[in-house]
Antibody
Framework: EVYLVESGGGLVQPGGSLRLSCAAS????????MHWVRQHPGKGLVWVSR????????NYADSVEGRFTISRDNGRNTVYLQMNSLRADDTAVYFC??????????WGQGTLVTVS | DVVMTQTPLSLSVTPGQTASISCKSS???????????LSWFVQKPGQSPQLLIH???RRVSGVPDRFSGSGSGTDFTLKISRVEAEDVGVYHC?????????FGQGTKVEI
């Protein structure tokens, strides 16, 4: 069974940094593209970033470009999201999502980031 | 970016009845090789989103056939037949045509 387990969320002051991790199991991680999607409190879903299976290609939402960095370690079956210069509007639950053509088929349980 | 508009934003349904949710995109979700990348997710209370349907009408394994997706181009519909209590949650449509993925506002279904 596919599992995606996020960690690393918490309370951080504006301007601070956090690194989120997503540990994957139950599938061949090294051949899967991965995404981060966030959900502001009580709001809808917003795509944040994507990374290719080999880590060579990354994409970001305009709102996080230059502040967030997605990376992965295929040896550890883990994808990361390094978040710098955090702002109040980055407060959200962050989900790790496995890519399949045109959609995301498995989502982690999410980790809450609060910037205050 | 593709703008996704869902209606209604909330829906109260009696068990056994049919619920219908509309999702419209600001541009066609049909790609150059004939795939239409429109997905539906359900987010049950306190949980993360779960994929129900992808490519307009393809149900994920294990999803009851009470759930059906239809549509083409820019207009799509999710129907839940014979609604059950366990169907409560927020239903999201999503465009996966290009990055960024974009989502509808979500439709809250109550029983």
């Amino acid at each position: 069974e596919v599992y995606l387990v996020e960690s690393g969320g918490g309370l951080v002051q504006p301007g601070g940094s956090l690194r989120l991790s997503c540990a994957a199991s139950g599938f061949t991680f090294s051949t899967s593209w991965m995404h981060w999607v966030r959900q502001h409190p009580g709001k809808g879903l917003v795509w944040v970033s994507r990374i290719s299976d080999d880590g060579a290609t990354t994409n970001y939402a305009d709102s996080v470009e230059g502040r967030f960095t997605i990376s992965r370690d295929n040896g550890r079956n883990t994808v990361y999201l390094q978040m710098n210069s955090l702002r109040a509007d980055d407060t959200a639950v962050y989900f790790c999502v496995r890519d399949r053509p045109g959609t995301g088929d498995y989502w982690g349980q999410g980790t809450l980031v609060t910037v205050s | 970016d593709v703008v996704m508009t869902q209606t209604p934003l909330s829906l109260s349904v009696t068990p056994g009845q049919t619920a219908s949710i509309s999702c419209k995109s600001s541009q066609s979700l049909l790609n150059s090789v004939g795939n239409t990348y429109l997905s539906w997710f359900v987010q049950k209370p306190g949980q993360s989103p779960q994929l129900l349907i992808h490519e307009v009408s393809r149900r994920v394994s294990g999803v009851p056939d009470r759930f059906s997706g239809s549509g083409s181009g820019t207009d799509f519909t999710l129907k839940i037949s014979r609604v059950e209590a366990e169907d409560v949650g927020v239903y999201h449509c999503m465009s996966g045509l290009t990055l960024p993925w974009t989502f509808g506002q979500g439709t809250k279904v109550e029983i």
